[in-house]
Nanobody
Framework: QVQLVESGGGLVQAGGSLRLSCAASGRAFSGFTMGWFRQAPGKEREFVAAIGWDRGVTYYKDILKGRFITSRDNAKNTLYLQMNSLEPEDTAVYYC????????????????????????WGQGTQVTVSS
């Protein structure tokens, strides 16, 4: 079992930055591929980014490349999402998720965005970007 707790959300003006954190406890964090998702009101949960457990391999939703950066510190059992040049359209609840699926398996099956591939979820943190 893995428990995930997100933090770092809040209200920010357009053009600003936020860094989200996801603290993991329970089973060994380093063995999991980690993902970030977001869900805006009235919309489906969408994939944001994923990071493998080793060598920091990453994958992003195309339109977020260059603005969002995910990283992890396995020694601290913590996942991060640095969000820059935020836009009102980025307003959503942001979730971290963990999967025992290998990063390269998800890449090969093009299933980074499949929520059913992830075994554990955090409770989410609200990000609101004002115009």
């Amino acid at each position: 079992q893995v428990q995930l707790v997100e933090s770092g959300g809040g209200l920010v003006q357009a053009g600003g930055s936020l860094r989200l954190s996801c603290a993991a406890s329970g089973r060994a964090f380093s063995g999991f591929t980690m993902g970030w998702f977001r869900q805006a009101p009235g919309k489906e949960r969408e994939f944001v980014a994923a990071i493998g457990w080793d060598r920091g391999v990453t994958y992003y939703k195309d339109i977020l490349k260059g603005r969002f950066i995910t990283s992890r510190d396995n020694a601290k059992n913590t996942l991060y999402l640095q969000m820059n040049s935020l836009e009102p359209e980025d307003t959503a609840v942001y979730y971290c998720a963990a999967t025992s699926k290998n990063f390269y398996f998800l890449a090969g099956s093009r299933s980074f965005g499949a929520t059913n591939e992830y075994d554990y979820w955090g409770q989410g943190t609200q990000v609101t970007v004002s115009s």
